[in-house]
């Protein structure tokens, strides 16, 4: 089995994905069951740092990433984008509306969780992005020499 | 509406070329070694600019290399038409 650098690359960003997940969530978890008046500080703290770690890690791997794929590569990755951009809306609008018919129009949610929404949706989009890009290379995968 | 297939000689003229590897292929076209194999399996079109590298590759024109499979007429009228 060959490995592009691209699909190293997928690998790689789907296991960041998937522990910041699970980090993030055992966290969160972790601190809304600690003092409540503690919770929004931590909370913050958390975020910014998540966001942070997350945006210059992709930039890291942006720069001068795409200039070593070759053109198949780069219709992947594009492609890959736009199946990210679309998982990204089904989250947000699933997110967002589910919700409401749960817990009803008159009910009240909590301000943090508002950041945790906008975690949720970068992460799923990292996650689709990733897997997409795996998919598609597994389908044109033929190993014929 | 035309279908569109593009079929490639690309397999025969590697091993009538030295028996030349994907990977050797893949570095004279400047593409990674999948690309080679997709295109070879069909499962990818190439941009003319890198289907001209590797008819470069084998020394070879384009058209001996890669052959339209399609719809030779496509219902679109040609620009003699509008007279």
Known sequence: ?145 | MPSDRLSNQIRRLRFENGEMTQQQLADKAGVTRQTIIAIEAGKYAPSLPLAFRIAHAFGIPLEDVFQYDGDANPSRPGPDSAR
């Open chain 1, 1 to 145: 089995m060959i490995v592009s650098k691209l699909e190293k690359a997928a690998w790689v960003n789907l296991a960041v994905v998937i522990a910041c997940v699970l980090i993030g969530s055992i966290g969160f978890f972790a601190l809304t069951r600690m003092n409540a008046r503690g919770v929004g500080n931590i909370i913050v703290v958390f975020v910014v740092a998540c966001v942070s770690g997350l945006g210059t890690y992709l930039m890291r791997r942006k720069r001068g990433f795409e200039a070593h794929l070759d053109e198949r590569e780069r219709l992947i990755y594009k492609r890959s984008l736009e199946w990210a951009f679309v998982a990204a809306i089904a989250f947000l609008a699933c997110i967002c509306i589910v919700p409401f018919f749960v817990l009803g129009g008159q009910n009240v949610i909590r301000v943090y969780y508002l950041p945790v929404v906008f975690l949720s949706t970068l992460f799923a989009a990292q996650f689709v992005h990733s897997a997409a890009i795996l998919v598609q290379s597994a389908r044109e995968d033929d190993d014929a020499q």
